[in-house]
């Protein structure tokens, strides 16, 4: 029961959408080319250079902004607490955070409890299911979860929860969500643990409202195209005190409180119940621009780090930007083929075309903000960038080791998702078991074959960002040294 209530009745920000902005890629500079100036581009490409320009954000109140995370019921839908309660006790002490009021602090951090206006007391889910992750042990809020498992569909859990429930009232409520439940479901599934459908089950619920008065549809008011195995690795919010713009694609655009709140659409049926939440989400966007990179726990080689600092200002800056007090972060969408990354979500996966783009704009989310995908990846902010292993926006990539020397990437992978201490300190990321097989060579059980991460599926390929590739071994661990203290 718990496990549909984590799969579905979470609502992502969807957003690697499609159209087209096709940028016809020149070929990369001669060799030979001369060094550029730390952090520019002189002499080192012919690719275009696409940088995502500030624009106007609502003031909000960051600590409001947390109370109303984790207290304020955003995704106004879900399961009667009776139910819920006759089959989960309180919370255990390493699943509570602080700030928690009332019911909500015996719950899960991932749990919020509401009350309808009829009375009825519902545990509906929050933005903390993808965006709470643990390190080390630690439970961190705004750490994208990088253990979540959405390789079973929760159609048949949240189907069972009826059972559990026979109030009229409640029932009406347990239906609604059921609903909204089933209709994500096929778009929910992933073959691989670790990695989000976030992208993939928004569209279709988008599909399911009308844009104008936010009412509920049962049948999709467009046509969406059949699932696709879409991986996306979750990002740390702290990257939103430099980001412009939201998204691996740098889609979202305009108003970030506005599309930070797009969660709410598996529950929401009109322009008023969203208004309400909107009230209190520039608060929320104003929390989540305020919270800083955990720092590495670790001791650090502060002279190699040094050394670090040059070869990642000459090699990385112009994408990456500077740290260590006057940060400068240019916000950089580098194209597909300068990038080389897997191309799925950065050309937008085929359920993700002009519709649902249209829709957002045409839509309450459309009063303020916009979706605009690009045919790239945005160049993230490395801020922290020792806690957000796997890497890459697929998290192909295990360990910044291996994505500064590709040849170390491995094709088919493995590690321990229940042990968060499980973390390499030389590699800084987790530790990982290379196989020699992907998921059509497994024959363990099911889990053990959802936990294979396959490069070779589509969408999870591990190619490209080669530019640590050139780097001598002695630079490579300088440049990782310099990572830690970011
Ligand atoms: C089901 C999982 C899920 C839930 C629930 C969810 N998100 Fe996300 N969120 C994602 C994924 C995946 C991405 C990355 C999507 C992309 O870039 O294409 C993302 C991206 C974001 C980003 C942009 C980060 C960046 O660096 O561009 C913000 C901010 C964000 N989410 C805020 C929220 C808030 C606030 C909520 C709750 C109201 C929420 N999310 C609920 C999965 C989720
Ligand atoms: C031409 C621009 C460019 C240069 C130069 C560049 N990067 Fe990147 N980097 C990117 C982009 C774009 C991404 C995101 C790609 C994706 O997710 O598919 C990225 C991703 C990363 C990530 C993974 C972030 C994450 O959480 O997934 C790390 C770490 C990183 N780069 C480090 C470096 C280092 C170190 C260097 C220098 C040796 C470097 N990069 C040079 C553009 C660049």
């Not at 598996?266 to 990179?293: G, Q």
């Not at 999870?460 to 640590?468: L, R």
Request: glycine residues 10%; hydrophobic residues 35%.
């Amino acid at each position: 029961m718990r496990a549909s209530l984590v799969l579905l009745a979470v609502l992502p920000l969807a957003a690697g959408v499609a159209v087209a902005c096709s940028s016809s890629a020149p070929a990369p500079s001669a060799p030979g080319a001369p060094t550029p100036e730390p952090g520019t581009d002189a002499g080192v490409t012919d690719y275009p250079v696409i940088t995502l320009e500030a624009e106007p954000q609502r003031p909000g109140d960051p600590a409001k902004g947390y109370r109303a995370l984790v207290n304020e019921a955003y995704v106004p839908c879900g399961i009667p607490d009776s139910a819920y309660s006759r089959v989960y006790g309180p919370a255990a002490e390493g699943d509570r955070i602080k700030g928690r009021e009332g019911r909500n602090a015996t719950l899960p951090y991932n749990f919020t409890a509401m009350t309808t206006k009829e009375g009825v007391r519902l545990v509906t889910s929050n933005c903390l299911t993808c965006h709470a992750g643990r390190i080390e042990g630690k439970l961190l809020v705004g750490l994208g979860a990088a253990d979540g498992d959405f390789t079973n569909s929760p159609a048949g859990t949240a189907s069972l929860v009826g059972n559990l429930v026979n109030d009229p009232q409640e029932r009406a409520e347990y239906e609604k969500w059921n609903e909204r439940v089933q209709t994500a479901a096929p778009y929910s599934v992933l073959s691989t643990r670790g990695p989000n459908p976030a992208d993939a089950f928004t569209a279709v619920l988008f599909a399911h409202h009308d844009p104008k008065t936010m009412a509920w549809s049962k049948t999709p008011l467009f046509e969406v195209a059949p699932p696709v195995d879409l991986p996306v690795d979750v990002p740390p919010w702290w990257r939103m005190k430099k980001k412009t713009s939201m998204f691996y694609s740098g889609a979202g655009r305009g108003d970030h409180a506005r599309i930070e709140m797009t969660a709410s659409v598996l529950c929401t049926s009109s322009v008023e119940e969203s208004r309400a939440i909107d009230a209190y989400f520039a608060d929320v966007r104003a929390y989540i621009a305020s919270i800083e990179a955990p720092k590495y726990p670790h001791a650090i080689d502060t002279a190699l780090a040094e050394q670090g600092r040059t070869v990642f200002e000459a090699t990385c800056s112009r994408c990456h930007g500077t740290y260590g007090g006057d940060d400068t972060y240019p916000n950089r969408l580098v194209t597909l083929p300068e990038i080389g990354t897997d191309p799925l979500l950065g050309s937008g996966a085929g359920q993700f075309g002009e519709p649902f783009v249209k829709w957002y704009g045409d839509s309450f989310f459309g009063e303020l903000a916009r979706f605009e995908p690009k045919e790239g990846y945005i160049a993230p902010p490395l801020d922290g960038i020792w806690a957000t292993a796997p890497y890459l926006h697929n998290g192909s990539v295990p360990t910044v080791a291996a994505l500064l020397d590709s040849t170390q990437r491995p094709t088919y992978w493995t590690r321990d998702f229940d042990d968060s201490s499980a973390y390499d300190q030389a590699a800084l990321g987790w530790v990982f078991t290379a196989l020699d097989h992907g998921k059509a060579g497994a024959t363990g059980s099911k889990k053990q074959k959802a936990e294979i991460y396959d490069t070779t599926l589509p969408g999870y390929s591990n190619a490209g960002h080669t530019f640590g590739d050139a780097l001598t071994p002695e630079d490579r661990a300088a440049v990782i040294e310099y990572l830690k203290t970011l």
